[in-house]
C-alpha cells in the first residue's frame, strides 16, 4: 500500500514555487496533514578556467541576511531543459560561456519538504562573456584554486550544500581522467 492524498489546496503560489498543504495516509494507516514546496528544479554549475580555477561567486541571501559563496547556479525557467538552465546562468551570473559540458550528477537538497532537484554540471573552456544579472541578484565572480576552495570548505567559509557537493562530483570525476 502506498501513500494516498486524501486534500490537497496551493496555499500561496509565488514567483518560483507553490506552497501546497496535503492531508496524506501512510501506509502504515496514519493519516497526517503535511506541507510541501513544489519547486521547478535547478542547474548549479562547477566552471573550471583555463587555469584550472573554479568560479565561484559571493552572492547575497537576504533569508540568510548575508552574502555566502556559490557556485552559479539557477531555477529552471518553464519548459526549459537542465542544461539549458545551466548554460544560461552561468553566461547571466558570471559573464563566461563554455565550450564543454557534462552532467555531474543531481541532488535532492531538502526532501523532506520540497520535491526540488538541483541538476548539477561541469563547465569547461570558458570563454568571457557579457554578464547579465537579474534585478535581485548582487553578486561578485571569484575564480579560485581548487586547494583553496577545499580550505574554505574545510573552515566552514563554505556552506551552502549544492557547492560542497557540486566541488565533490567535480573532483571524483577529474581524478578518474588522471
Same mark, same amino acid.
Given at each position: 500500500?502506498?501513500?494516498?492524498?486524501?486534500?490537497?489546496?496551493?496555499?500561496?503560489?509565488?514567483?518560483?514555487?507553490?506552497?501546497? #498543504?496535503?492531508?496524506?495516509?501512510?501506509?502504515?494507516?496514519?493519516?497526517?496533514?503535511? @506541507?510541501?514546496?513544489?519547486?521547478?528544479?535547478?542547474? #548549479?554549475?562547477?566552471?573550471?578556467?583555463?587555469?584550472?580555477?573554479?568560479?565561484?561567486?559571493?552572492?547575497?541571501?537576504?533569508?540568510?541576511?548575508?552574502?555566502?559563496?556559490?557556485? !552559479?547556479?539557477? $531555477?529552471?525557467?518553464?519548459?526549459?531543459?537542465?542544461?539549458?538552465?545551466?548554460?544560461?546562468?552561468?553566461?547571466?551570473?558570471?559573464?563566461?560561456?563554455?565550450? #564543454?559540458?557534462?552532467?555531474?550528477?543531481?541532488?535532492?537538497?531538502?526532501?523532506?519538504?520540497?520535491?526540488?532537484?538541483?541538476?548539477?554540471?561541469?563547465?569547461?573552456?570558458?570563454?568571457?562573456?557579457?554578464?547579465?544579472?537579474?534585478?535581485?541578484?548582487?553578486?561578485?565572480?571569484?575564480?579560485? !584554486?581548487?586547494?583553496?576552495?577545499?580550505?574554505?570548505?574545510?573552515?566552514? @567559509?563554505?556552506?551552502?550544500?549544492? $557547492?560542497?557537493?557540486?566541488?565533490?562530483?567535480?573532483?571524483?570525476?577529474? #581524478?578518474?581522467?588522471?
Amino acid at each position: 500500500m502506498g501513500i494516498k492524498v486524501n486534500r490537497q489546496a496551493v496555499i500561496h503560489t509565488g514567483r518560483v514555487f507553490k506552497l501546497i #498543504s496535503e492531508n496524506i495516509t501512510m501506509p502504515n494507516g496514519n493519516v497526517t496533514d503535511i @506541507e510541501l514546496i513544489q519547486h521547478p528544479g535547478a542547474a #548549479s554549475i562547477v566552471a573550471i578556467d583555463r587555469t584550472n580555477r573554479i568560479i565561484l561567486i559571493k552572492q547575497y541571501r537576504h533569508a540568510l541576511g548575508s552574502f555566502i559563496w556559490e557556485i !552559479p547556479a539557477g $531555477t529552471i525557467d518553464g519548459r526549459e531543459t537542465p542544461l539549458a538552465c545551466a548554460r544560461r546562468e552561468l553566461a547571466e551570473e558570471t559573464g563566461y560561456q563554455a565550450d #564543454s559540458w557534462l552532467k555531474l550528477g543531481e541532488i535532492t537538497p531538502v526532501p523532506g519538504y520540497s520535491d526540488e532537484r538541483i541538476h548539477i554540471f561541469l563547465a569547461a573552456s570558458l570563454q568571457p562573456g557579457f554578464q547579465k544579472l537579474d534585478s535581485d541578484e548582487l553578486l561578485d565572480v571569484c575564480p579560485y !584554486p581548487v586547494n583553496h576552495i577545499l580550505k574554505m570548505i574545510e573552515k566552514g @567559509e563554505i556552506q551552502d550544500a549544492k $557547492t560542497i557537493i557540486g566541488i565533490q562530483f567535480a573532483l571524483q570525476y577529474l #581524478s578518474q581522467l588522471r
